[in-house]
């Protein structure tokens, strides 16, 4: 059992816990994730770890509820314990001084790129991050990306904070104005990455991305999170999950993660109908919690 | 020829004990466990145990045993079920063999104690594997476990991995007195046992009592702890005080034939088929929240001919599926399954394709599978493995309409441990370099066994390694020498 120290939410349906978790805390770099099962009859879930203190033992992840794994996570307070949390898992992402790095963070992908930003910068380069969100509530870690950053860039998609379009507006921006950029660190949604991808590949701007395919153990046993890369098969959990940008096959990652959408649909669905009728969350899982 | 051993409890002369039929074992109904989860064999009753036993023909030299990877004594052990004393016969199998209820059911026993009885050459041999799982199930149901009394050592040892050959070096570690925690990455207990053996024929109740059993003799477990991620082998020799190590991680990442369209939905590797299966229990959906697609009135095949092929194929089945194929490139005779699951899974519907192989996956337009583009195969000269290889017949390429695709090809090294380890040696396909005998690695204090050693085998073999290094881990602990 992973005690959640504490827990708040960000934005609306993204919320940061505080978990107790010595061994991971120790462990953890930037770059990797954690897999989590919150009750017996659960699913196991890739979740995105935020930063760790290990003097104190804890680990802090965020989560956006999608599924309805992720609404019962969101559910959960100060005080609550989460079943099983292991990791560090995937390879911890490549820290050097490349010069002038570009961080993008879409949506919640934000937190994913915040720890490898902050240790770039620690590395000597220059970061400029570009965060983006569909508006202005959903904009998170401005502050904490601010003071890693030597600039930081921020859009909405509907103009409700600082600038109306698209993170690749920047990046476009930044491109044309002659900034001289050794590297991309792409975080966020499929569309969001394959077009930061797209738009660095004509400079040979060297780029990567965080892929985030259905998996379930995470130690490289169940090949469940392959990805074409290169036109070869990749294990997301041990060979990722950061990946050359240009040589990832989006198309696949989509079709891929879209397996189970009608079975995540009933799930989600039912749930919401128990909350619905004013269930608390643990009457809305087999058994209680 | 004497008519009977001396001191046997065993009345019958040998040319009667032959006179006995094999008693067959007890199992649901084809038509009825096709649809279900539950064990489709049943166990031995005591009266059945007894005149199974009966059939013994107490081989001075017994070769059953010698055949044995950890060793068994049988002979002992089926006398004493002849004379009525189970406990003290499933107390013998424990001398040797940690986990008999789960051997008694997974081993090949064809391939080891029954494949070397001398009753096989003229009848059927001794269903040893049978009366093993009798006196463990035996043993479990009178809640009775014979409990040794040991002084502690005082030394530490850490086992990476719950699979079968690292419960078997803690179970037999803690009987010589060492303190022992073994490592689990996954949530659950039993590696293998657990994500890959499915319920009907290994119940997971069995794992837990197996595991129960070593907790009550002092054995600690912790799970949720990736070695190589959430701790190194570094770390637990150094900080946290351990003395040896033994790594069992067991077989690693599923291997894929590397045919256009893999990645279509619906190909599976048969670990993530099997593991959403039996370790998260997607077929109790939605019960259980992990999602499975759904088979009913789908047709599946499974590519491969080994025991992970059948059980991955026969869950398909227990999950509603149309038509079950096994499509395997070499002949029946040279297919590694165990000959029991071969034989269950025909008696359930399961059809056999043999000579087989698919060269290529057809989807539709979003990326479903509709297909396996096939070629039929013929065995030309021996290969590297000894037997005929398979080479395709031009022209006889054909389109297997699919909607699942299992691919049950075997395991390459999983590198986690490897790569955070330095100074462990590896082979040149990535496993870990450890003595055949003592099982020793490159690294003092180190110790491995099983799948990560040898590439994919059997639960039994992982155990024998475990028995060794058990032997080899005492060894070097008292000794103080490397």
């Not at chain 1, 954690?34 to 680990?59: A, Q």
């Not at chain 2, 450890?434 to 099983?450: I, K, Y």
Request: charged share 25%.
């Amino acid at each position: 059992m992973f005690k959640i120290l504490e827990a708040k939410f960000l934005a609306p349906g993204i919320k940061r816990f505080v978990l107790e978790a010595p061994r991971i805390a120790r462990k953890q770099k930037p770059g990797q994730f954690v897999i989590l099962r919150i009750y017996e009859e659960g699913e196991r879930i890739p979740v995105t770890i935020e930063n760790s203190d290990p003097e104190r033992g804890t680990l802090n992840i965020v989560v956006q509820s999608i599924g309805k794994t992720t609404h019962l996570l969101n559910s959960l307070n100060a005080g609550d314990s989460i079943l099983d949390v292991v990791g560090p898992l995937g390879k911890p992402s490549e820290i050097e001084k490349f010069g002038t790095v570009v961080v993008v963070g879409g949506g919640v992908g934000t937190a994913m790129a915040y720890p490898t930003a902050a240790a770039l910068k620690r590395a000597g380069n220059r970061v400029i991050s570009i965060v983006g969100a569909r508006n202005k509530e959903l904009v998170i870690l401005e502050r904490e990306m601010r003071e890693v950053s030597d600039e930081l860039l921020i859009t909405t998609d509907d103009g409700s904070y600082v600038e109306k379009g698209f993170v690749t507006d920047k990046l476009r921006q930044l491109m044309q104005n002659g900034t001289k950029i050794d590297l991309v660190l792409a975080v966020g949604p499929i569309v969001m990455m394959k077009a930061v991808s797209e738009m660095t590949r004509k400079d040979g701007i060297r780029t990567m991305v965080s892929l985030n395919p259905i998996m379930i153990d995470g130690t490289g046993m169940c090949g469940g999170c392959r990805v074409l890369i290169d036109g070869k098969s990749e294990f997301a959990c041990v060979d990722g999950p950061e990946f050359d940008a240009h040589k990832v096959n989006f198309e696949v990652l989509v079709q891929r993660n879209s397996m189970y959408r009608d079975a995540e649909q009933k799930s989600l669905t039912d749930f919401k109908e128990c909350q619905h009728a004013a269930q608390p969350a643990e009457a809305c899982v087999p058994g209680g919690r | 020829m004497s008519s009977t051993a001396q001191n046997s409890p065993n009345p019958l002369p040998l040319r009667d004990r032959m006179k006995i039929p094999r008693q067959p074992m007890p199992e649901q109904a084809p038509e009825v466990r096709a649809h279900n989860y539950a064990e489709v064999n049943l166990g031995y009753s005591p009266e059945l145990a007894k005149q199974e036993a009966l059939r013994c023909l107490e081989c001075e030299k017994a070769t059953c045993s010698q055949n044995c990877p950890v060793g068994v004594d049988v002979k002992s052990f089926v006398e004493l079920i002849v004379a009525g004393d189970f406990l003290a016969a499933a107390a013998k199998i424990r001398e040797d063999n940690v986990l008999p209820a789960i051997t008694g059911r997974v081993c090949p026993q064809e391939d080891h104690c029954e494949g070397n009885c001398k009753l096989g050459r003229k009848v059927k041999p001794l269903g040893v594997g049978y009366l093993e799982r009798f006196v463990a199930d035996y043993e479990q149901r009178m809640g009775f476990h014979a409990m040794p009394k040991v002084a502690p050592t005082g030394k530490k040892v850490a086992v990476v991995g719950s699979g079968p050959s690292g419960l078997t070096v803690a179970g037999d570690l803690i009987q010589k007195g060492h303190k022992v925690r073994v490592f689990e990455a996954l949530h659950e207990l039993g590696g293998v046992l657990v994500y890959g053996i499915p319920e009907f024929r290994l119940p997971k109740q069995i794992i837990r009592e197996q595991v129960d059993y070593m907790r009550k003799m002092g054995v600690e477990f912790e799970t949720d702890v990736v070695v190589g991620r959430t701790v190194t082998i570094d770390e637990l020799m150094g900080e946290e005080g351990y003395d040896a190590v033994y790594i069992g991680t067991g077989a690693g990442l599923p291997q894929f034939m590397g045919i256009p369209g893999e990645h279509f939905n619906g190909v599976y590797s048969a670990n993530e088929f099997l593991t959403r299966i039996n370790l998260m229990k997607a077929y109790k959906f939605p019960d259980y929240d992990e999602p499975m697609l759904d088979l009913h009135g789908k047709d599946v095949a499974v590519i491969g001919g080994g025991n992970t092929a059948l059980d991955a194929i026969r869950s398909a089945l227990r999950l509603g599926a149309r038509k079950a194929y096994v499509l395997y490139r070499r002949s029946e005779a040279e297919m590694p399954a165990r000959a029991e699951e071969a034989h269950h899974a025909r008696q359930e519907g399961i059809e056999f394709h043999m000579l087989t192989a698919p060269v290529e996956f057809i989807a539709n337009e979003k990326g479903w599978l509709t297909a396996a583009r096939c070629v039929r195969m013929e065995l030309g000269e021996p290969d590297a493995s000894g037997r005929r290889k398979p080479v395709p017949i031009k022209g006889s390429e054909f389109n297997l309409p699919l909607s699942v695709a299992v691919i049950a090809i075997g395991t390459t090294a999983n590198p986690i441990v490897q790569s955070t380890t330095p100074g462990l040696g590896t082979n040149k396909r990535g496993y870990i370099q450890a003595d055949e005998q003592n099982q020793r690695t490159t690294r003092q204090g180190v110790f491995a066994g099983g799948d990560i050693v040898t590439g994919s085998a059997t639960v039994i073999l992982a155990m024998g390694a475990g028995r060794r290094a058990a032997r080899s881990i005492h060894e070097y602990l008292t000794s103080g020498q490397w």
